[in-house]
C-alpha cells in the first residue's frame, strides 16, 4: 500500500498554474515535516517547498526559485499535502515528488531530500508551450 500518492500533474503553458495534492495514508501526527520535491531530468533531487509543526504552528520554507509563486498548505480534513503553482515556468519542467519526515530528520534542512524517510511515486508536471 502506497502511503503517500500524488495527483494533479499535467501540461501547462508558461504563466499557467496547476494544483498539485499528495494524499497521506499516514497520520499528520505522526510526521514532523512533510515536503515537494522535485526532479528534471539530468538534475538532482531538489526540494521545491516544505511544512513542518513547531508548538502547534506550521512552518513553511520554499527554495528561492518558487518563493512568491508556490504556495504550500496542508488540508486537514482530507489529510492532504498540496502544491498551489503560480506563474509557471519552462524551468519548473520535472517530476514532482511528496515526502515526509517520520523520524524528526528534517528540522536539520527541510528543504533536503536526504532528511525524509517516506516518498510518494511522483506526479509529473511539464511546462512548455
Known amino acids: 500500500q502506497r502511503v503517500l500518492v500524488e495527483s494533479g500533474g499535467g501540461s501547462v503553458q508558461p504563466g499557467g498554474s496547476l494544483t498539485l495534492s499528495c494524499e497521506a495514508s499516514l497520520s499528520w501526527s505522526n510526521t514532523y515535516y512533510m515536503a515537494w520535491f522535485r526532479q528534471a531530468p539530468g538534475k538532482q533531487r531538489e526540494g521545491v517547498a516544505s511544512m513542518g509543526r513547531t508548538s502547534g504552528k506550521y512552518v513553511t520554507t520554499y527554495s528561492a526559485s518558487v518563493r512568491g509563486r508556490f504556495t504550500i498548505s496542508h488540508d486537514d480534513a482530507k489529510n492532504t499535502l498540496d502544491l498551489q503553482m503560480n506563474s509557471l515556468k519552462l524551468e519548473d519542467t520535472a517530476m514532482y515528488y511528496c515526502?515526509?519526515?517520520?523520524?524528526?530528520?528534517?528540522?536539520?534542512?527541510?528543504?533536503?531530500?536526504?532528511?525524509?524517510?517516506?516518498w510518494g511515486q511522483g506526479t509529473q508536471v511539464t511546462v512548455d508551450w
Open positions: 515526502a515526509a519526515d517520520t523520524l524528526a530528520n528534517a528540522y536539520r534542512g527541510s528543504l533536503q531530500p536526504h532528511f525524509y524517510d517516506v
